[in-house]
């Protein structure tokens, strides 16, 4: 009982380590600003519309707020 405990608890912090290493990246990003008001994203908003690149890493593109 005491190994699956401990077997259960080290998938655990396998998966959360897994998925906290993009959403970090991403959230270093998206704070990037570029163009007028704008923010660098991979996929863009309903509400924005995509300028290009403007000064954004790669893979990412400029989504600005529309008016």
Same mark, same amino acid.
């Not at 290009?52 to 000064?55: A, L």
């Given at each position: 009982m005491e190994r699956l405990g401990f077997t259960v608890f080290v998938l $655990? $912090?396998?998966l959360s380590a897994v998925q906290?290493?993009?959403a970090a990246d991403d959230a270093e990003v998206?704070?990037?600003l570029c163009g007028y008001k704008g923010h660098c994203r #991979?996929? *863009?908003y309903i509400q924005e519309y995509v300028v +290009?690149?403007? +000064?954004c890493p790669r893979r990412?593109? *400029?989504c600005?707020? #529309?008016g």
């Open positions: $655990l $912090l396998l906290a290493e993009p998206q704070s990037w #991979r996929f *863009c +290009g690149y403007d +000064g990412y593109r *400029c600005v707020l #529309r």
